[in-house]
């Protein structure tokens, strides 16, 4: 059985492949959000400037974020490469890492006045980095021996070289290491003190926001803006780099403004969008109505630059990173007496976005009747018309008769219907833990209404797709990365992550199939 795959441009390899890495950072970081969060309610209670000081509880903050903090990211990552032997390594390898960058401070510290020494460098980047190099190394060494051991002695050289490899990479982390780690927080530091003193943090929305609607923000929030906004949240008690990205208002703002002065299904589908974003911290769910006209990124990133410019002026913080970016999680991180700041950012940020959303989406309002009038849908034609101006497939299935692909978000061809029979569905996104749960959830509500009991319906991240995915449905900005992943199965791609047509039609292909096979 063989499937065709889909020819990519450069454009779009590129933009797979920083998604991808994105992804990597995502991965290593996010399952340990509940760790940040538990960091950020022991900042927020017993240092100094907390809400109940406590001297001897407040102990716990820096080791929490020193050790901790990093090694449950250098175990992640190792463990996504190579399960839980990278994981040690990986772990082993940070360590060294963490104790260098220490050494490499308190010898630049001894040449320092004391009111001008340097602070702890705390090893998130370079967790990032250990972690994959410790890992494919490893799993690369045990490729060398694995089946040449004698019997009986297979768990000493597991040990002793996962032992022995860990040693090696820690020195590893000590000295190179640290000392790159060191000097590229020392850049960034810098860049970001530099657009702060001059005020010109408010441009990074020019990069956020486009970067956010093409799923590229997680190499820009994970891999940047989450390990300086700790670093600086563990000197200062909070950051407003934890703000930059996670902000809600200007999605929010985009998705009111369709709700008001947008067309068809994009209009229907507004308000419900709105709610979960805003609420729900599922921001993924605006992408596809900023990309139906690209022109309106152009409001996001003024909604953007105003909500940081507003908590420039303000003193708007965050204790530590909100994940997901609801308004809910936001207010739960928020510093001590920055609540004004922090939700005046995001009203005005909100309101921003919507003014300019709505003078676009007036203007070109003829035209977008008139190519409703044609197509009867005008949210899919205009996502049709964004694909082709991006030049790349916009599929919605293939199929698994030579990859036979149908349509933009396109229909399941009746010939491929009973040729595979489906029994795992997999919603997947990038990170595994928001759009996909949401898209799953609903698509599990529609095939147990349709009688349909043993199909299960699961989300994950692209990452972690496997060979046993009968379909796999994604947004249609991945696909092409799951595609790659999981090759033999049937893949859809949908653009709304509420309540896509493509569901239905994933629906009435598993209840063709039981009726077939009744």
């Known amino acids: 059985m063989t499937t065709a795959s889909v020819p990519a ?41 907390g809400w109940t000081p406590n001297a001897d509880l407040a102990t716990i903050v820096g080791p929490f974020i020193h050790y901790l903090l990093p090694l449950l990211i250098a175990y992640t990552g ?22 260098g960058s220490d050494l490499l401070i308190a010898q630049i510290n001894a040449d320092l006045p004391a009111d001008n020494q340097l602070g702890q460098v705390h090893m998130f980047i370079g967790a990032m980095i250990m972690a994959p190099i410790a890992a494919y190394s490893m799993k690369w060494l045990d490729s ?54 001059y005020n010109l943090l408010p441009l990074t929305s020019i990069i956020i926001e486009p970067a956010k609607v093409f799923f590229l923000n997680n190499a820009i929030n994970h891999g940047v803006l989450t390990p300086l906004g700790v670093s600086e949240a563990a000197d200062t008690g909070s950051s407003i780099l ?16 369709f709700t008001f002065f947008g067309l068809g299904a994009a209009r229907a589908s507004a308000p419900g969008a709105a709610v979960i974003q805003f609420f729900g911290g599922i921001h993924e769910v605006y992408f596809p109505y900023a990309l139906m006209k690209p022109i309106l990124i152009l409001a996001l990133i003024g909604g953007g630059m105003t909500g940081v410019t507003t908590n420039m002026l303000l003193g708007g913080a965050l204790r530590a990173p909100a994940a997901p970016g609801s308004i809910i999680a936001v207010l739960a991180q928020t510093a001590q007496g920055a609540y004004f700041a922090v939700i005046l950012s995001v009203v005005l940020s909100a309101a921003v976005t919507f003014l300019i959303a709505a003078l676009i989406l007036r203007a070109s309002r003829k035209r977008d009747l008139a190519a409703m009038a044609a197509t009867d849908d005008a949210f899919g034609a205009a996502i049709t018309q964004t694909e082709a101006a991006k030049g790349k497939s916009s ?36 990170a595994g833990m928001g759009s996909s749960a949401m898209g ?12 349909i009991e043993d199909v299960t319906v699961v ?15 994604t947004q249609n900005q991945l696909t092409e990365r799951a595609r790659q992943k999981t090759p033999g199965a049937v893949h859809v791609s949908v653009d709304n992550f509420m309540n896509s047509p493509r569901y239905d039609e994933v629906v009435d292909l598993v209840r063709a199939q039981h009726e077939d096979g009744a």
């Open 144 to 197: 060398l021996w694995e089946g040449k051991i004698k019997a009986g002695f297979e768990m000493l050289v597991n040990m002793f070289s996962a032992g022995i490899w860990g040693f090696v990479m820690a020195i590893v982390g000590f000295y190179p290491i640290a000392w790159l780690v060191n000097g590229i927080m020392q850049v960034l530091s810098n860049a970001v003190n530099w657009l702060v003193d």
């Open 78 to 99: 190792g463990s996504i490469i190579y399960g839980i032997r990278g994981g040690v390594v990986a772990s082993i390898a940070t360590m060294g890492a963490i104790a």
């Open 459 to 473: 989300n994950k991240a692209i990452a972690n797709l496997d060979a046993s995915a009968d379909l796999v449905i």
């Open 242 to 257: 934890f703000l930059l990205e996670a902000n809600p208002g200007p999605g929010v703002g985009l998705l009111l403004a």
């Open 440 to 451: 799953a959830s609903v698509l599990r509500n529609k095939i147990k209404k349709a009688g």
């Open 395 to 430: 599929d919605a299935l293939t199929g698994l008769r030579g990859g036979a692909a149908t349509g933009v978000e396109g229909g399941i061809e009746p010939a491929t219907m009973t040729e595979r029979e489906i029994k795992s569905i997999v919603f997947a996104c990038d």
């Open 9 to 49: 441009s450069g454009t779009s390899k590129a933009r797979v492949g920083v998604q991808r890495f994105g992804t990597f950072l995502s991965g290593m970081i996010m399952p340990n959000i509940p760790a940040l969060i538990a960091w950020g309610i022991f900042t927020a209670f017993f240092i100094g400037v």
